[in-house]
């Protein structure tokens, strides 16, 4: 998209109007292709959805929604007549030259989809246009999203400079990101730009960095095709656009894929980093430290290594040592060498079975054998400053099976600030503090037949990360009577006297557990 700022701005604006005009979006795209059509679509299968568009076209149907899902969802060819209909503002000239569609001199009829001899050219989409729709704390959201061409339209391997769209890991760190407004947020390697814009939803100012010239290109037309304009795109490498520069808020879906550094290996800017095994996520965690503002969060995503020597999430663990910030790992996966080798090869389209993919695979595994790996982590981190000077909370878990990330961040806020409220409370004054129970939390008494004691007592997280907590009768007690009335010590003195316990022992035994329950979000400060 090398275009004069000016021509490219009205072009992306005529663009914009087409796509409205045209109703693009994922509700308008379900009710055209039907259920059973959409779903086969999301798994890559479009015979289904083709089948709809076809028929439509035979009863004479076709208007230009259904040329916006051929040309970006489909990735079929279609004919100038279509090009006209679907964008009458643009054009087909406009549309060139944006980049936006290519054409050739393969005869296609645009209305009956079969040769003709009249008709002179046949236009492909040159870049993917995808409908994005979401739902967060401010409300219901809609939007646009330019990417490259993915694997099914290119046919076959993707060019290293790639620049992905809206994926699951765009989506996981959406969902998982801090939801609270601030003043100024940087968004780390943007890519197409979607956490850029997600973050401008709920801050005053964002500055989006990457290295790629084309990611920092289609960040650039994303915010003006979905009229944002507190979005500022600068290119360069990790923190260097924003030296000196301190943010409320960081959040980064770094390039952490850890490849080979060898011949012949594809190294893709959206996902590799350009440095040995995981090098890159650590000198994206330490840098977090440099640009936090005090009381300011990052968030990101990453791999880790787990070798001979050392447990992959220690190892996150000695990368925050130091640092002044609190930090909490969360490792969602666990992949041995050979199953992480396949994946990101499927992801740069090369398939098992052909010579590439061996090829590949070797030099995945002998990168891993060389340098003693024996499995990869992935998970989130979030770090925060904390405005006082304190010691640091810093805490690693694995949180393995289902979960939910969508609106995860509203718990990863409420979470973050509570730890931040007592970390620097001793037991006196944690004991002086009146607690809630949030408000998706259960208690539940299990029984054996015909005994009047409960043999187990789980404390149940409805939302969150879902935990369930095996608790104690005092624990329980404690969190059944926390309705911000009465203080931690107040309420175990009143369960000590019932269980006929000493009070200070019980109060001893119990403030370790308040804490835990803080840090999970099962408490919160009244």
Not at 460 to 476: C, D, K, V, Y
Request: proline residues 4%; contains cysteine; negative net charge.
């Amino acid at each position: 998209m090398r275009l004069n700022e000016g021509v490219k701005d009205a072009l992306i604006d005529l663009l914009r109007s087409d796509l409205d005009a045209g109703g693009y979006s994922t509700d308008a795209v379900a009710v055209r292709l039907g259920p059973a059509a959409e779903e086969a679509l999301g798994r890559e299968h479009t015979v289904p959805a083709a089948r709809v568009l076809d028929e439509r076209r035979d009863r004479g149907d076709r208007d230009a929604l259904d040329v916006l899902i051929d040309l970006f969802l489909l990735a079929r060819v279609v004919g100038r007549t279509d090009v006209d209909r679907a964008f009458p503002s643009l054009g087909a000239d406009g549309a060139r030259e944006l980049r936006l569609l290519s054409v050739s001199d393969t005869d296609t009829d645009s209305d009956t989809g079969r040769p003709a001899g009249t008709a002179p050219q046949s236009w492909t989409a040159a870049l993917d246009v995808h409908p994005y729709a979401f739902t967060d704390d401010a409300g219901d959201g809609h939007w646009w999203i330019l990417s490259d061409l993915g694997e099914r339209a290119v046919g076959g391997a993707l060019p290293e400079d790639h620049v992905l769209g809206v994926g699951g890991a765009s989506l996981t760190l959406a969902g998982i990101t801090v939801p609270t407004r601030v003043g100024s947020v940087l968004d780390l390697g943007t890519g197409c730009g979607i956490q850029a814009l997600h973050a401008s939803r709920t801050a005053d100012r964002v500055v989006a960095t990457d290295i790629s010239e084309r990611a920092v290109d289609l960040a650039r037309a994303n915010a003006r095709l979905n009229g944002i304009t507190t979005i500022e795109v600068r290119l360069g490498s990790l923190f260097d656009p924003v030296a000196g520069e301190r943010f409320d808020r960081i959040v980064t879906n770094p390039p952490f894929v850890i490849t080979p550094r060898s011949d012949g290996v594809p190294l893709y800017e959206y996902r590799d980093g350009g440095l040995v095994g995981d090098a890159l996520v650590e000198a994206v965690v330490r840098g977090c430290a440099e640009h936090l503002l005090p009381g300011g969060t990052a968030q990101m995503l990453g791999n880790w290594e787990y070798t001979r020597a050392s447990d992959g999430l220690s190892r996150v663990g000695r990368w925050v040592e130091g640092l002044g910030l609190d930090a909490w790992v969360v490792e969602r996966e666990h992949l041995d060498p050979a199953f992480y080798a396949e994946t990101w090869i499927r992801d740069g389209g090369t398939r098992p079975g052909t010579p590439d993919f061996d090829r590949l695979s070797n030099a995945w595994l002998d990168d891993f054998a060389e340098r003693g790996v024996t499995g990869v982590g992935f998970g989130f981190v979030t770090l925060h400053r904390p405005v006082d000077d304190r010691i640091p909370v810093v805490r690693l878990e694995r949180v393995t099976g289902s979960l939910e990330t969508a609106g995860l961040g509203t718990h990863v806020a409420r979470v973050v600030a509570a730890v931040d409220g007592v970390a620097a409370l001793t037991d006196d004054e944690l004991a002086s503090l009146a607690l809630v129970v949030a408000s998706d939390v259960t208690i539940e008494h299990h029984f054996v037949p015909g005994q009047d004691e409960p043999t187990a007592i789980l404390l149940r997280q409805g939302q969150g990360f879902r935990r369930a907590i095996s608790a104690g009768t005092a624990l329980a007690a404690l969190v059944g009577a926390s309705d911000g009335t009465l203080s931690v010590g107040a309420i175990v003195a009143a369960i000590a006297q019932l269980l006929e316990a000493d009070e200070d022992a019980l109060l001893a035994e119990t403030l370790p557990d308040a804490r835990r329950l803080i840090a999970d979000g099962l408490l919160l400060p009244a």
